[in-house]
């Protein structure tokens, strides 16, 4: 005892001799109590070094449930995809409910469209979609009742200590983070209550058995909110029947289909959602904001055209389909006479490559119009040797020209 507490106060080390001398039934609840608010090293030590001995503790080294659900994925071939598509946690539910997931039908689009084919333990088969689905697992497993046991004999034993905590919550446990390291245990108004020490990812930690059980079940409650759909959720699927409008001509009817998007996208863009969007996701939102600014272009709305590019480019960041935004915004700017702005917006193109020969013929003619001549005349040489139409820059060719001898400069040799 000595050895332990060397380092502690005079008292709190008189305090803890005096306890030993005491029974069991009056010491364990001073000791878990101490465990609870004295948060100094030597306290602890000596508290559990007395906890052990009197019986009322014991290591979950060898019952911890940390890794469970992994170790059961590695038998299961599909575990990554499905958890993938299902969710880690929404599959442990699943697992010990006994409830057994046939099929997925995923939609990549949107992923809340996905259906869920399962069938429970009466063999009764469903299909719900997966919020649905995953709002039902988490519910079934808030009505499963724990058995918490009213009176333990010590010593305590593994197995008594598992059913105090609770055969679900310790399942549950990992799943949240939480790594179950020991119990303590002392009888209280005819109950039994204790102390369970465990490690988070904020650092080790004791609390009451009760906090503990109640930590879990507001985990276990939140993944219920989080199943509920998301008010900004946009139906990607609207894509293919605008698609159809832009090949058969109709601006109008592919704005009606698509008229939703912007404001719905401006909203998102503010929320974490925004930055969950698959790679997939973000592609099909760059082409129905790409169609639909192109549409109000067609009806000469210009301004909500451009607005449309710009919202499109701020979805598409670090990915390829940004490439046709940054050529359409740049047609759209040198058709307003705003050369200096769309010259960016054509470099950015060309370096794509998106459609490069027809990119690096704009961005001549914005230079041409800024004044940048020597660049403008390279870039139109470079187009004449690799057979661009005359037609479409034989016009800034001699307007080059013009400008070039205007300025006493030397027009590079055609």
């Given amino acids: 005892m000595a050895r332990l507490i060397s380092d502690a106060e005079p008292e709190r080390e008189a305090a803890f001799e005096a306890l030993e001398t005491r029974p069991p039934e009056e010491v364990l609840p001073v000791l878990c109590r101490t465990l609870l608010t004295d948060l100094s090293s030597e306290a ?5 070094d007395l906890i052990e001995h009197l019986g009322g503790s014991v290591s979950l ?8 659900l992994e170790r059961l994925g590695a038998q299961i071939a599909s575990f990554d995809a499905v958890t993938g598509i299902i969710g880690r946690r929404y599959l442990a539910y699943a697992i010990i ?15 809340a469209n996905t259906m869920v084919e399962f069938s429970t333990g009466d063999n009764l088969q469903q299909v719900l979609p ?3 689905f995953r709002a039902q697992l988490v519910r079934a497993m808030l009505q499963i009742p724990e058995a918490v046991p009213t009176s333990l004999s010590l010593p305590l034993t593994h197995e008594s200590a598992a059913a105090l905590l609770g055969h679900i919550s310790l399942l549950l446990a990992p799943l949240f983070d939480f790594s ?4 303590a245990v002392y009888p209280s108004e005819g109950t039994l209550d204790g102390v369970v020490g465990i490690l988070t990812t904020t650092g080790f930690n004791h609390l009451p058995i009760t906090a503990f059980r109640e930590a879990v079940r507001i985990k276990l409650a939140r993944d219920e909110a989080g199943t509920r759909e998301d008010p900004f959720r946009l139906d990607l699927s609207a894509i293919d029947g605008a698609r159809q409008a832009r090949d058969d001509g109709q601006p109008a009817r592919v704005i009606s289909l698509l008229e939703t998007w912007p404001g719905l996208l401006a909203t998102l863009l503010k929320t974490p959602t925004a930055r969950q969007l698959t790679e997939h996701q973000r592609h099909i939102i760059a082409e129905g904001l790409l169609m639909l600014g192109d549409a109000f272009h067609t009806l000469e709305r210009d301004t909500w055209a451009e607005e449309l590019y ?13 490439a046709p935004l940054f050529l359409h915004l740049g047609r759209l700017l040198l058709r307003q006479d705003r050369p200096g702005e769309a010259i960016a917006f054509f470099r950015r193109a060309i370096a794509l490559n998106e459609r490069p020969l027809e990119a690096k013929a704009l961005l001549a003619r914005c230079l041409l119009r800024r004044n940048k001549l020597v ?11 690799q057979g661009y139409p005359q037609s479409d820059i034989g016009e800034d060719i001699r307007t080059a020209q013009r400008l070039l001898a205007d300025a006493q400069l030397k027009w590079p040799t055609l």
């Fill in 130 to 132: 997966i919020g649905e």
């Fill in 375 to 385: 660049g403008a005349a390279l870039l139109l040489r470079e187009l004449r040797d």
């Fill in 97 to 111: 409910l006994g409830v057994h997931i046939r099929t997925l039908t995923r939609d990549p689009s949107t992923p």
């Fill in 310 to 322: 710009r919202l499109g480019l701020q979805y598409t960041r670090g990915i390829d389909a940004s």
């Fill in 61 to 68: 080294e060898d019952i911890r449930t940390d890794g469970w």
């Fill in 44 to 48: 602890m030590v000596t508290c559990m």
């Fill in 180 to 183: 179950v390291r020991f119990v």
